[in-house]
């Protein structure tokens, strides 16, 4: 189910050219034409003739749908939406991609694939409560793609529900590979998150024996040492993380808590200092985002259009903020460079270690390529 949406992610790409679009709009006024009037096969032919032009245009896709529903024909109605909606949302098309994917369900309320879709789309629109139902209800009706029951964790925890939230994780650990791995970490992050820190503990260890690149992990069982009463193990650690990511700011912050605790005054006002520098920085770069806005987009729109190295070349000019991050991770990832969007990614959590969207981010590229 959520993997397909990466091979439509390659018929989002067409943009009407300018001196075309006039063009486009009369077609696309004849097809909804030929809808109006109950004219259906008619408007099938028109758009599909639409979509073998321009594959990305989401508004013949939705015709499409209409002409197949007006014929009688929900399921071909629905794999249009579907397949449409996933596409837009891995596109950068939340709002649209949303739309398509409740329409999707509208016709089909017990398809599993319909609602794991719809639970992904609404888990990144931070509509946490919607999309912990919606998943719920994908795998009461059967859906079986472990990553679904990751993304569920991540909706239960994020909506309140804890209790539940574990049960789904520790559920995931029983099946080895990359989902459990994924489990593991996020586990242990929610237990430091509810002060379960040594139970914590040797669930983060254990994820940064099979992923020990990862400072959010590291800097996740710092936190759970520090939690335990492990405060010169934590204070280790973290100065490793500090060493080996030294923009990661909330590394740099606690181990100057837990120097200053320990007596070490110049320690700790080092680390605080690279920490207010490192703070007002990212505000810095997070105010002047605003005055890049257009290239943000135009990046996007050339990820949708598959020209990736001009992406990421330009991603690549812009502040590092966890937004530019997912955007420059994206077009490495599309355009075949999986440790650049990983090394993406990571840099995002460094900058903002409560993004739950980097987190799914990066936990679905290393499940996706079997890697830690």
């Given at each position: 189910?959520?993997?397909?949406?990466?091979?439509?992610?390659?018929?989002?790409?067409?943009?009407?050219?300018?001196?075309?679009?006039?063009a486009v709009d009369e077609r696309l006024s004849d097809a909804l034409a030929s809808v109006t009037r109950g004219d259906f096969e008619r408007?099938?032919?028109?758009?599909?003739?639409?979509?073998?032009?321009?594959?990305?245009?989401?508004?013949?896709?939705?015709g499409l749908a209409d002409a197949l529903v007006g014929q009688?024909?929900?399921?071909?109605?629905?794999?249009?939406?579907?397949?449409a909606g996933q596409g837009l949302v891995q596109s950068g098309e939340l709002d649209p991609g949303l739309g398509f994917l409740e329409r999707a369900v509208s016709l089909r309320p017990d398809s599993a694939a319909g609602n794991a879709a719809l639970g992904d789309a609404l888990l990144r629109a931070n509509r946490h409560r919607e999309a912990r139902n919606r998943l719920e209800k994908a795998i009461r009706l059967g859906e079986r793609e472990p990553i679904v029951r990751l993304f569920l964790g991540a909706a239960q925890w994020e909506s309140g529900a804890y209790d539940e939230a574990e049960r789904t994780y520790r559920e995931i650990l029983s099946v080895a590979g990359p989902t459990a791995d994924a489990a593991r970490r996020s586990l242990g992050a929610l237990l430091v998150f509810r002060g379960r820190y040594e139970s914590a503990v040797p669930l983060l260890a254990a994820a940064v024996g099979v992923d020990a690149e990862?400072?959010?992990?590291?800097?996740?069982?710092?936190?759970?040492l520090e939690g335990s009463g492990r405060t010169a193990e934590a204070a280790e650690l973290l100065v490793v993380v500090t060493v080996d990511t030294p923009r990661f700011l909330q590394a740099h912050f606690r181990l100057a808590r837990l120097l200053q605790a320990s007596g070490d005054s110049s320690g700790a006002q080092h680390h605080m200092e690279i920490f207010r520098e490192l703070h007002a920085e990212h505000q810095r770069e997070t105010r002047e985002l605003g005055r890049f806005e257009a290239?943000?987009?135009q990046g996007w729109s050339w990820v949708r259009e598959r020209r990736y190295d001009e992406a990421r070349q330009l991603f690549s000019t812009l502040p590092e903020t966890p937004d530019t991050l997912v955007g420059l991770a994206e077009a490495c990832r599309r355009g075949?460079?999986?440790?650049?969007?990983?090394?993406?990614?990571?840099?995002?959590?460094?900058?903002?270690?409560?993004?739950?969207?980097?987190?799914l981010a990066l936990d679905k590229i290393l499940i996706e390529t079997g890697s830690p």
């Open positions: 189910m959520i993997r397909s949406a990466a091979l439509f992610v390659l018929l989002l790409a067409t943009v009407v050219p300018a001196a075309a679009q006039a408007a099938e032919g028109l758009y599909r003739a639409l979509i073998a032009d321009y594959p990305g245009l989401a508004e013949a896709h939705a009688s024909r929900e399921d071909e109605a629905f794999a249009t939406l579907l397949v990862s400072a959010q992990v590291r800097y996740d069982l710092a936190r759970a290239r943000l987009k075949g460079d999986r440790d650049a969007a990983v090394s993406a990614l990571r840099r995002g959590l460094e900058l903002d270690p409560e993004r739950l969207d980097l987190r």
